[in-house]
């Protein structure tokens, strides 16, 4: 699954679209890992605007790429998440650790 | 035992690819409760947790069979039944502690954390060497003018 992605100066935005399973979670990681390592920005923003669905593995990839950042000094967020993706992020508890902007 | 209204059972490969089309499935069969949006996702969500697992934990050598049963049962519940032939759960109860996984680190080791919250219950009979069972129940809100 492809990952857009728009770079301003130090912040970086990703936008997520469609599935996110286990099926395609790898790909999304191994991207976000990539563009993370080589652009090392203050903060990262993803948008899930475009998400359809989520399950738990997407909460391995937010939480990895949460991770490696903080490795770094880098702050990230969570954008325009859509309700189902929401319930999910939310019954992990990431939303403690993630901020999640409305 | 709940009288059952109408059951369907699919058996497919545990290919990844698979996933999808399991809990697509599963929320098109569910329809006939006409569920809202919320609840359809709840199924689908939960679906989609319990195949994974199957696929990623039951069969870690080569493919196996995964079925999966859909039921309507009586009192608008939906019961879905995820079973594989693999090599088991040695502790069921260690296995369904939110962020504990066997898995590598694309695993978050939240799914038994996701089905109990967005299922009503959930319930997992496992014997090491001969598979894993979990069945998810849901009790779906009764709509005016739903059909059954």
């Not at chain 2, 009288?3 to 929320?27: D, G, V, W």
């Not at chain 2, 196996?64 to 049963?69: A, E, F, I, K």
Request: overall charge positive; aromatic content about 6%; hydrophobic content about 40%.
């Amino acid at each position: 699954m492809p990952v857009r992605l728009a770079q301003d100066k130090n912040a970086l935005t990703f936008y997520l679209q469609g599935e996110i399973d286990h099926h395609g979670a790898r790909g999304i990681m191994l991207t976000l890992d990539r563009e993370v390592a080589a652009r090392d920005p203050g903060m990262v923003t993803v948008d899930m605007g475009e998400v359809s669905f989520m399950d738990s593995s997407g909460i391995a990839v937010l939480l990895r790429c949460w991770r490696r950042l903080e490795e770094t000094g880098g702050k990230m967020r969570v954008r325009n998440i859509p309700p189902q993706a929401k319930k999910v992020f939310v019954a992990a508890g990431l939303h403690k650790i993630i901020p999640m902007d409305d | 035992m709940i009288p059952i209204l109408n059951q369907a059972t699919l058996l497919f490969p545990s290919k990844s690819c698979n996933e999808a089309f399991a809990r697509t499935t599963a929320a098109c069969f569910a329809a006939q409760l006409d569920p809202t949006l919320e609840e359809l996702g709840d199924i689908k969500t939960a679906v989609s947790e319990a195949v994974t697992n199957a696929i990623v934990h039951a069969y870690p050598q080569d493919l196996g069979v995964v079925t999966l049963r859909l039921r309507i049962l009586e009192g608008h519940i939906f019961e879905v039944c995820v079973k594989d032939k693999g090599v088991g759960i040695p502790d069921v109860e260690r296995a369904r502690q939110p962020l504990y996984t066997t898995g590598d680190d694309s695993r978050s080791g939240m799914g038994f954390t996701i089905m109990e919250s967005f299922m009503d219950s959930v319930r997992v009979r496992s014997l090491p060497g001969k598979g894993t069972t979990v069945t998810l129940r849901k009790r779906l809100s009764p709509r005016l003018g739903g059909s059954r």
